[in-house]
């Protein structure tokens, strides 16, 4: 048996966007909280890899914890991004129809999301669809004024961040191997340490199924589908100013190929949806690829496959099996048969609109078997790293003279300082990986993909913090960018 690590109140699984805000809810009160995430940074899997839109909660069926909770988080989103300091812009967004089909499915969802509690939705003719949209394709549309655009990495780093500064201890790197119930709770095996635990909180996102059976509770089943994406080089002005999305077709594993502008400048084209065997499976393939392009053009036919800098790919959990296809409603449950283990399964799309009311809801089932007593030192904000591209002049001139630094532009693409890359290398959850400094700074995003810049944050990380360049990694052990050296 491992050494004893750490005992905890709270052990929760999983360092996705759920998985963080799980933990910052249940910071404000006085318990002791662990994190173990097998990754080495929050935000590896689904929570990183996605559209980064808030939704607005028309797509989902009435009654469900999906409806309820994508419209209380959408309607709460601004205000925790205003908290956090979490880039956020409310944009929008169209979907279009291309035959009566799609128009009857547009006014389905109309009266849908109406019920949900959505705000503002309303159904366009051709006319003022292309009044308003005048290079998007489709005979008619659905407006949803509440839809925004977010970043969310930053938003579930803004999340462990803000837990971490509120006592809670993160485990990066630490997979979980083991639950064992005992008497006064949990024993949880995780990177090779012992951890007792009063209850475990299950967040693994894609291996949510894989967390529950390890504590005895069979009978979830989680099926990987992959969504490959295209992304756009920033144009001037933007080739769209809010998403776009096709009406969605029954059964499909998703909401469509759709356009969406991100908060950084950037387009997104996808994601596709195909089921997979591995939920680690995150390769970009030619005929999806081919196929993302032609769906596209169809929604904006003026597109330009020249603008396209670059290609990823997210996975969904999803419960609904290929057979089935669709959605199926959130469970998020303690386990009848494991008390103090809760369960939260099948937290697909939208799960990151509505991670702070999944959230709420965990702390409710936590409480109905322990006294929650609010901390009155709760700091509920968190301040990020300022970003230098968005100041003004005198902003800029202003950082300068406290910090040289913030005069040296690495990322030219992006115009991003040494002193915004420095931050990134310290941050509180002490990761230092390129990836981490990528999605903490934005650096290597644009249309060169790190070609100017990502030799220079791999000699920062060697000669101003003591790496030896064999220990630069993307993400962590087993992606190394060099392998040795080719001369002394």
């Known amino acids: 048996m491992p050494a004893l690590n750490g005992t905890f109140d709270i052990l929760i699984i999983g360092a996705g966007a ?5 933990a910052r809810e249940l910071a404000r009160y006085q318990l002791s909280i662990a994190v173990a995430e097998k990754e080495w940074d929050v935000a590896a899997g689904t929570s990183g890899r996605n559209s980064a839109v808030v939704h607005a909660g028309f797509n989902n069926r009435p009654g469900s914890l999906m409806a309820k909770f994508c419209v209380e988080g959408n309607q709460g989103f601004e205000a925790a991004c205003r908290e956090l300091d979490v880039p956020y812009r409310k944009t929008g967004k169209l979907l279009t129809a291309f035959d009566q089909e799609d128009l009857a499915t547009l006014r389905r969802l109309k009266e849908q999301g109406e019920r949900n509690g959505c705000k503002g939705l309303r159904l366009l003719d051709q006319a003022e669809l292309h009044d308003r949209l005048p290079q998007v394709g489709g005979i008619g549309a659905m407006l949803s004024p509440e839809t925004a655009v977010f ?26 191997t083991a639950i064992q119930p005992t008497p006064q709770g949990f024993s949880v095996t995780a990177g090779g340490k012992a951890f007792l635990a009063r209850r475990v909180i299950n967040c693994a996102g894609l291996f949510s199924d894989q967390a529950a059976a390890l504590a005895g509770v069979e009978g979830y089943r989680i099926y990987p589908c992959r969504g490959e994406y295209f992304i756009l080089d920033q144009t001037d002005p933007p080739l769209l100013p809010l998403p776009v999305y096709p009406a969605p077709k029954a059964g499909a594993g998703g909401l469509g190929v759709h356009l969406t502008p991100t908060i950084h400048g950037n387009l997104l084209i996808g994601p596709s949806a195909e089921y997979i065997d591995s939920p680690e499976d995150t390769a970009s393939t030619r005929p999806v690829m081919d196929e993302l392009l032609r769906q596209a053009q169809q929604l904006l036919p003026g597109l330009s496959p020249g603008k396209i800098i670059g290609a990823f790919c997210g996975v969904r959990p999803k419960q609904a099996p290929p057979g089935e296809g669709g959605f199926r409603d959130f469970v998020i449950r303690e386990e009848e048969s494991c008390p103090g283990l809760i369960n939260l399964v099948g937290i697909e799309s939208p799960g990151l609109t509505s991670s702070l009311p999944i959230a709420r809801r965990v702390v409710e089932i936590v409480g109905q078997g322990m006294d929650l007593v609010p901390r009155a030192d709760f700091q509920p904000e968190r301040r990020g790293i300022p970003r230098f591209r968005e100041k003004s002049p005198e902003e800029q001139a202003t950082l300068i003279a406290q910090d040289p630094e913030y005069g040296d532009v ?29 999605y903490r700074a934005w650096a290597t995003t644009g249309r060169c993909n790190g070609g100017y ?27 190394p960018l060099f392998t040795g050296r080719v001369k002394p």
Request: hydrophobic fraction near 40%; proline fraction near 7%.
């Open 151 to 176: 970043d969310p990495f930053l938003y579930t780093v803004a999340l462990a961040e803000n837990a971490l500064a509120n006592g809670v201890t993160f485990f990066l790197g630490h997979p979980v």
């Open 410 to 438: 690495v990322c030219r693409c992006r115009t991003i300082t040494r002193a915004e890359l420095r931050r990134a290398v310290e941050n509180p959850l002490g990761v230092k990986t390129l990836a981490g400094i990528k």
């Open 18 to 22: 759920v998985g963080c805000a799980v």
């Open 453 to 479: 810049c990502l030799p220079k944050l791999a000699q920062m990380l060697v000669e101003d913090y003591g790496l030896d360049p064999t220990q630069v990694t993307y993400r962590g052990p087993g992606s």
